[in-house]
């Protein structure tokens, strides 16, 4: 038997040098939550020893009807839901929404630069929007020990059926 090599990308990364993750806020991955009077934040933050490069970020909404004029079936929000990469001392070292909030679905392709995606299913549509770090910024955002990327519900989002953040990339363990 003779094994041939397809042709193709080939990734250099072993798989515990890449990872998948929700946005948490505690134990919490489920963004659909009240932050009308005290705002939730949601955020990946590096763990210690590691240093993680963000490849992409990629925003699932789910909803009865989801318009992207609106924040799925909600009205527009009052307050917003702000976006952040902070340092490990909590300074803000990336505004990618240039302090203008997310009000809209819509919102998400001015600081992704994404085109938007809607699927209208039989019973709930959904938006998703792939935020490409290395096509935004000129490569993959590095973040070290306990850096992290934060979106900061400031409304009602409880209506919507389905609210998650996710982020795919690379990792460097540090075992010393």
């Known amino acids: 038997m003779t094994s041939q090599l397809q042709s193709g990308f080939v990734s250099s990364r072993r798989l515990d040098e890449v990872f998948s993750a929700h946005l948490y806020a505690g134990v919490n991955t489920e963004m659909d939550v009240d932050g009308s009077s005290t705002p939730v934040n949601f955020e990946h933050v590096v763990p210690a020893n590691e240093v993680h490069f963000l490849y992409e970020v990629i925003v699932h909404l789910l909803d009865g009807t989801v318009h992207l004029d609106q924040f799925g079936g909600l009205a527009t929000l009052g307050n917003g839901i702000e976006v952040g990469f902070y340092n490990s001392d909590d300074e803000l070292i990336l505004d990618p929404t240039d302090s203008h909030p997310i009000v809209d679905l819509s919102d998400f392709s001015i600081f992704s630069g994404s085109l938007l995606e809607k699927v209208t299913g039989n019973v709930n549509d959904v938006f998703e929007s792939t935020w490409d770090l290395p096509e935004s910024y ?9 850096s992290y990327l934060q979106f900061r519900i400031r409304d009602d989002l409880r209506e919507l ?14 075992s010393s």
């Open 161 to 174: 059926t389905e609210f998650h953040v996710f982020v795919h990339g690379s990792k460097i363990v540090n």
């Open 138 to 146: 000129g490569g993959p955002l590095r973040m070290e020990e306990g």
